[in-house]
């Protein structure tokens, strides 16, 4: 089961960004301020072995984070946390989300959901690894080319 994070979760979440992003895991302060930002959608699996986190600006959804336990790897999780940070996105044009381009199981994962590569960012990470700026186009992409079209 998916749910919107709560601030209870953020001693768990803090400790499981830790396991999974090491010197790049997000501080308790940082998962507070993403839980009650304003455009934030911020949900978690029941048992908090996994979690997705967005932020809208305009028509534009940035998938910021989606992280899950190891040990709940390839059992769907994942899926379904980006299935339901689609939700709501009707009036987007477009998802964008930045990947390592040494983390060949999330641009797999990625290209499997329709998202491609658009730009390249150098040294984006500590490590000084390259990132790669992914879009997935949404429903509100085609009703603004259907208006453009039309004006």
Request: aromatic share 6%; proline share 5%; net charge negative.
């Amino acid at each position: 089961m998916i749910r919107p994070a709560t601030p209870a979760d953020i001693p768990a979440l803090a400790a499981l960004e830790q396991e999974l992003f090491g010197a790049d895991a997000w501080s308790e302060e940082l998962i507070r301020q993403e839980i009650e930002g304003p455009g934030r959608t911020f949900v978690v699996t029941d048992d908090l072995s996994g979690y997705g986190v967005t932020m809208t600006a305009g028509d534009i959804v940035d998938l910021l984070r989606i992280g899950v336990r190891p040990g709940a790897r390839r059992s769907g999780v994942a899926s379904a946390l980006l299935d339901e940070l689609l939700v709501g996105t009707d009036d987007a044009s477009r998802m964008l989300l930045e990947v390592s381009v040494s983390n060949a199981a999330a641009l797999g994962f990625y290209v499997a959901r329709q998202f491609s590569v658009i730009d390249v960012r150098p040294h984006y990470y500590r490590d000084g690894s390259e990132a790669l700026v992914m879009c997935r186009w949404l429903p509100g992409a085609a009703r603004a080319q259907t208006a453009t079209a039309h004006d």
